[in-house]
């Protein structure tokens, strides 16, 4: 895959994983039913399968672990956030800690706008906010780094 068509491909993926999440939260389908779900439509279609996949995976079976990566960052509970916002910082955590292969930036970048389409009216300026804090907490030396310029 070139590098543009990658980007395009994980864009695509990050919009699935958005609405997958969202859908787990809320019904709590298998993960096996859910991954045919999407299969079976056409959000996956021309997306990267295998981050979709990755993931998915990571977001249903770790939920608390990367609930607690961002909660002390929060200004309310976990519980209180809304199920887009949640599932942009759950799925955000998950890059941060799973695909350090893909810049923090890119990752901040990529769940604000999906919050800016997604989101409540303005979500996105506090999931930016949560997130700078979050790459700065789970990807420490690539943000110094990129501080020092």
Avoid: C
Wanted: aromatic fraction near 8%; hydrophobic fraction near 45%; glycine fraction near 4%.
């Amino acid at each position: 895959m070139t590098g543009k068509a990658n980007v395009w491909a994980r864009q695509r993926a990050r919009r699935a994983l958005l609405q997958a999440v969202y859908q787990w939260q809320v019904s709590a389908p298998e993960l096996a039913a859910l991954k045919a779900d999407f299969r079976d439509g056409d959000a996956l279609k021309k997306a990267d399968v295998e981050l979709f996949d990755e993931l998915l995976g990571k977001v249903v079976r770790q939920s608390e672990q990367l609930d607690a990566a961002f909660a002390e960052l929060l200004d309310r509970r976990v519980s209180d956030l809304d199920h887009i916002e949640h599932a942009i910082l759950r799925l955000a955590a998950a890059e941060f800690t799973y695909r350090i292969d893909i810049p923090y930036r890119v990752v901040i970048n990529e769940y604000v706008e999906l919050a800016k389409t997604f989101g409540a009216t303005d979500s996105y300026k506090y999931i930016n906010g949560v997130l700078d804090k979050l790459a700065a907490r789970l990807r420490t030396i690539e943000v110094e780094a990129a501080a020092r310029g």
